[in-house]
């Protein structure tokens, strides 16, 4: 333990103890990952598994800063008017990936997303590979490169 004197002036010196910090406790188990789903109406043909705008069209990392938004990744795809599916958190899995896991998962082209980072437009993680077909999705604000 430790002592911290504290002064205040015209008031009598105030001690304060401080109890060390324990050992640390062991690991409690991994709960369930959460997913936040939505629907929104498709501006455009989507493919499934492509990063989406709010506006309902491809996510991009060389277009405006608005093309690089995300709200998530098409869990279907869906035609041009239609309703589109999209999660925008949570475990995503598809069995067509080949991720490497542990790796982070980046937006890239006209939707796309992959493990390579961008050099040039915005960058904008999606989230981390999980497994090989895995992705947890965490979307972060899209930083212009320079």
Excluded: C, H
Excluded at 19 to 39: C, E, F, M, V, Y
Excluded at 77 to 95: E, H, I, K, R, Y
Aim: proline share 8%; no cysteine.
């Amino acid at each position: 333990m430790s002592d911290v004197t504290v002064q205040v002036s015209q008031l009598p010196a105030l001690v304060v103890t401080i109890p060390n910090r324990g050992a640390q406790g062991l690991p409690g188990p991994q709960g369930l990952p959460g997913s936040a789903t939505l629907s929104i109406k498709a501006d455009v043909a989507i493919s499934g598994e492509s990063a989406v705008t709010g506006s309902g069209t491809y996510a991009t990392i060389n277009g405006t800063i608005s093309e690089a938004y995300v709200v998530g990744i098409s869990t279907e795809a869906a035609a041009q008017g239609a309703q589109l599916p999209v999660q925008s958190s949570g475990l995503l899995t598809f069995g067509g990936w080949t991720w490497t896991p542990n790796k982070p998962i980046y937006l890239g082209i006209n939707g796309g997303i992959t493990q390579t980072p961008p050099s040039t437009g915005f960058i904008v993680t999606l989230g981390t590979a999980i497994s090989a077909t895995s992705i947890a999705i965490d979307i972060s604000q899209p930083v212009q490169l320079s």
